[in-house]
């Protein structure tokens, strides 16, 4: 793991467990995700680093393509390995380097989502999953609903480490796009239903 990407680590860790009292729920769940898609819901904008640290792990990640556009942000997100995509469209470019990513062997974040403001999931992860036969783990985060009782430990963020789910368990049909239609929704259906868990 590169040094500065151990700072950022540290100091998102800080965080997460200082003012977000921060539990991982499962964490035994973590093992042996190398070339895995990382799929967690989607709240707030911080979702990203969080997840990133609470795994400890350096991993890709689609991100949107304006923040490519803010000053030092793009600096920051171009370290930590995101790949740009226009959303509202089929991005192939940003497509064809998600599965160079993941036929490399590394990890890959994508949320099922797309963004915060939508809750339902995108064919795009269930493409990206089918063809390069990438697992899947799901992630659920879920914030206090109060930052200061979670400073005071009567609240607390928890991130909850799903089961892997296997590609393996899918078959194409003949209508493609239906295909990675179903992947996607029965990902994201996984993930909520972690919720429960909080």
Known sequence: M?????FLVFIVNLFTSYILNLKIVYPERLKDIDGCIIAPNHVKAIDAPLVIATLRKEM???????????????????YV?????RRGQ???KAITQAKSVLES????????????????AKPGIGKIAFETKSDI????????KSWVKSIFRKDSMKIVIGEKILISEYKMSTNHKETYR?????ILQKINMLEKEC
């Open 81 to 85: 390995g995101a790949i740009p995509v």
């Open 60 to 78: 890709y990640i689609i991100a949107k393509k304006e923040l490519f556009d803010v000053p030092l942000l793009n600096i920051l997100i171009k």
């Open 105 to 120: 062997g590394h990890t890959l974040m994508i949320f099922p989502t797309g963004s915060r403001k939508s809750f339902s």
């Open 2 to 6: 590169r040094i500065w990407f151990r």
């Open 182 to 186: 179903f992947i996607a929704k029965d």
């Open 137 to 144: 783990l799901p992630v659920f985060i879920k914030y206090p």
């Open 90 to 92: 089929i991005d192939r």
